[in-house]
Every structure is written in structure tokens, then in C-alpha cells.
């Protein structure tokens, strides 16, 4: 039997649903695709988004031999042997990589001059980011493209052609079950639609729910979305929001990700977002980071919960992580002073500030730097009025 996942794939681009920010009808990757001008392009976006079936379709509208290899597999001497094929030939065999930032450096290397040369027109797909895993040369020689989920729409038209291909209904709650479940997986719609037919020859919301209880792409296992949770995660924080904060802290918890690694993310969003607004914020991040390495889940996520909302809830000041990167800027562009006598290991003409009540006017820079500034938020206020007052009082 045929999958719906075969039988529904598109054949050109009239019938491709999804990527409108790439394919409108002006858009230039549309015009080189019905021109039949393909350059080395690079797909990429989360699985189910048409990356693949794109790449056939232009082979097919541009007439060039196909070739699918994958990068977990490929040798680089059957790569050759396909180029080796068309050398003498007007036709150029159109090479789909799939999974190709698996690709290593070497192997990538091998392929630039022969890109270089239009030997063979290359199309990549990729669920990775293409700017962390191909190389510069690789990428300068590729056009990249961000392939986005389907939207609720795009979804509702590819449910409804399978179900017209089934000859089946589907009722409103398991239309929409499956629309929220896939969350923009063209593939997954189709699959979950096929399978849960085939067990019944209708379709039912308890098969939908049985056979996938929890929306793809959930969690955090590959690189762009640990990154994007965790950037996630920080931001909410950062902007005081609290219930954003859990809900993602929650997907990196249930993605898999180690207690250790969020608590680390804590303790340095403690330094640097909140500061001394609220130094107690570090001392809670750290032990936080000491407690769940010493716990682990699942009694960990408490741990965490109780960090993330303290830190949302602090006031926030970058006031000491501006200062150390101005600082470091001025000495890397080779501002550096040279040491006043009197504070050297020496000690020459050094006035120790105790012996004058705790504070004496003396210069500790032989010139003057301004490179913190007070936000005056939280407890930074009273550190600057410390400071100030310290001064004041034995001027007075």
C-alpha cells in the first residue's frame, strides 16, 4: 500500500504547499526555479517543512539528473563517480545532500571546486543552522534558505487533501488535534492522518491521541532548538517575566536537558543581567548550580523552578557587565597606564586608608577612567550611596 506521505507529494510548484516567503510568484528563488537557472542552494528549517520535496521538484522542472545522497553515509569516491559521469556531457546531474551539515570540513573541502566550477548543481537540506555547522567557503559558494513550519492554514490544506485522498471525515476537535500536535510538520500531519485511518478505516481523536500524545519537535534534542529555548529562557527572565520563564525552563527540562547546564545559564544570567541590583541573586544561582549537581532529577526541577522565578523576579541592572567589557576594549586597544608608585608592592608614599578613618584622597590611576555607571536600581542605589557617603563623611 502507498503511504500518503508518497501519494500526496507535490510534483511542481503549484501544488507545494508552505514556504510563501520564499515562492511568491516575484520572489527570485521562484523566478531561477521556472527560468531553470539553479544555483547551489542550502535548505533549512525544521523537519516536515518541504525541503526535500522541493529539491525534487526542481530537479524535475529543470530536467536534471537526480542523485539523493546523505551525509551520515556519503563517500566522497561515489560523489566523484557521479561527476565523473556528465564531464563530457551538456547535461549537469543535480546532487541532493541530505542531513549535509553532517558533512565534516574535509569532506566539504573536496566538494569546492567542483561546486566552483558548476560541475554539478548542489541542493543541502538541513535541520541545523547552516552559519554554525558549513564552512565559509562552503556557504559563500551556496545560496541559503530558512524553510519555516507550516502555518495553521498551509496545515488545514494538506490535512484536507489527505483526507480527500482517504475519502474519509475528520471532525473539528480531531482536525484541530492534529493541526496543534504536528505544530507545522507537513510530515507528521500526513503520517498521523495514514495511520490512524489505517487502524480503524476512520478517523478517531483517541487513535490521534494514542499514537502521538505530545506536539513534534517537543523538547530541545538538536542544536537550534537547545539554543533557541535556552535564548528563550534567558530573555524571559531578563524582561521579568515569570510565567514565560517556567514554560520554558519547562521545555528544557522535559527535552532532556541537563540539570547542570540550565543551572549554569542561571548563574551567569544572575552576574550579568541582574549584578548588584540584587546580589543575592548570584548566591541563589550558584547553590542552585551546587544543589542540582549533587540531586539530579527529578527533584532537581524544583531547584530550578525556585531559581528562575527569584531571578525573573529581581530587578535587573548590566551595569558591572558594561563596565568589565569597556574595560577590556580600552586595554586590548593598548590604553594601558603605568602603575602610580605609591600603590606598587613597594608601597612608596602609599597613604593606607584605615590610618585616616577609612578613606583618604589619593590617586589609584595615572589617569582618570569612567567606566562604571550606577543604574541606581535595587541595591546598586545604596552601593553608590556607600561609596559617596564613605567619602563625605571622613571629608567631613
Known amino acids: 500500500m ?11 510548484l503549484d501544488e507545494f504547499i508552505g514556504q510563501t516567503h520564499l515562492l511568491y ?11 531553470k537557472e539553479i544555483p547551489h542552494l542550502i535548505f533549512f528549517g525544521k523537519p516536515g517543512s518541504g525541503k526535500t520535496t522541493l529539491a525534487k521538484i526542481i530537479a524535475k522542472n529543470s530536467q536534471m ?24 556531457s551538456f547535461e549537469k546531474p543535480l546532487i541532493f545532500i541530505d542531513e549535509i551539515h553532517r558533512l565534516s570540513k574535509n569532506q ?12 554539478f548543481i548542489l541542493i543541502g537540506a538541513s535541520t541545523e543552522n547552516p552559519f554554525y555547522t558549513l564552512t565559509n ?34 471532525d473539528e476537535e480531531s482536525k484541530e488535534f492534529v493541526i496543534r500536535i504536528a505544530n507545522g510538520d507537513g510530515r507528521t500531519i500526513l503520517n498521523l492522518i495514514d495511520f490512524a485511518f489505517s487502524a480503524r478505516g476512520e478517523i478517531k481523536l483517541e487513535d490521534l491521541k494514542e ?16 539554543y533557541d529555548i535556552t535564548s528563550a529562557l534567558i530573555k524571559s527572565m531578563r524582561g521579568s517575566d515569570i510565567d514565560a520563564s517556567l514554560y520554558y525552563l519547562g521545555l528544557l527540562i522535559a ?67 558594561k563596565a568589565i567589557n569597556q574595560t577590556l576594549d580600552i586595554i586590548q586597544n593598548g590604553q594601558i597606564q603605568d602603575i602610580p608608585l605609591h600603590i606598587k608592592q613597594d608601597n612608596i ?28 536600581i535595587g541595591f546598586e542605589k545604596t552601593l553608590r550611596e556607600w561609596n559617596e557617603k564613605i567619602k563625605l563623611i571622613v571629608n567631613n
Open 255 to 321: 527535552g532532556g536537558e541537563e540539570a547542570s547546564f540550565i543551572a549554569r545559564r542561571l548563574v551567569i544570567f544572575a552576574s550579568e543581567d541582574i549584578g548588584n541590583a540584587n546580589p543575592n541573586a548570584l548566591n541563589l544561582a550558584t547553590s542552585t548550580l551546587l544543589g542540582v549537581k549533587e540531586i539530579g532529577y527529578p527533584e532537581s526541577r524544583i531547584i530550578l523552578a525556585q531559581c528562575v522565578v527569584y531571578l525573573a523576579s529581581c530587578p535587573k541592572s548590566n551595569s558591572s557587565y
Open 137 to 170: 567557503a562552503f556557504r559563500s559558494r551556496s545560496f541559503l534558505f530558512e524553510f519555516k513550519e507550516l502555518n495553521y492554514e498551509e496545515s488545514n490544506t494538506l490535512l484536507q487533501r489527505a483526507i480527500n485522498a482517504l475519502n474519509t471525515t475528520i
Open 65 to 88: 539528473p537526480y542523485y539523493y545522497l546523505n551525509a551520515t553515509t556519503i563517500k566522497i569516491d561515489e560523489f566523484r563517480d557521479i561527476v565523473k559521469r556528465y564531464k563530457n
Open 108 to 119: 566539504q573541502e573536496v566538494l569546492l571546486p567542483f561546486m566552483e566550477n558548476y560541475d
Open 2 to 12: 502507498q503511504r500518503l506521505a508518497t501519494l500526496l507529494k507535490p510534483t511542481n
Open 211 to 226: 499514537l502521538r500524545n505530545v506536539p513534534q519537535g517537543f523538547g530541545s534534542s538538536s542544536k537550534d532548538s537547545h
Open 349 to 376: 608614599g602609599y597613604l593606607y586608608p584605615h590610618d585616616f578613618g577609612g578613606w583618604v584622597d589619593q590617586k589609584y590611576l595615572s589617569k582618570d577612567l569612567k567606566l562604571y555607571e550606577s543604574k541606581d
Open 25 to 35: 510568484k516575484t520572489s527570485v528563488l521562484y523566478k531561477l526555479i521556472t527560468k
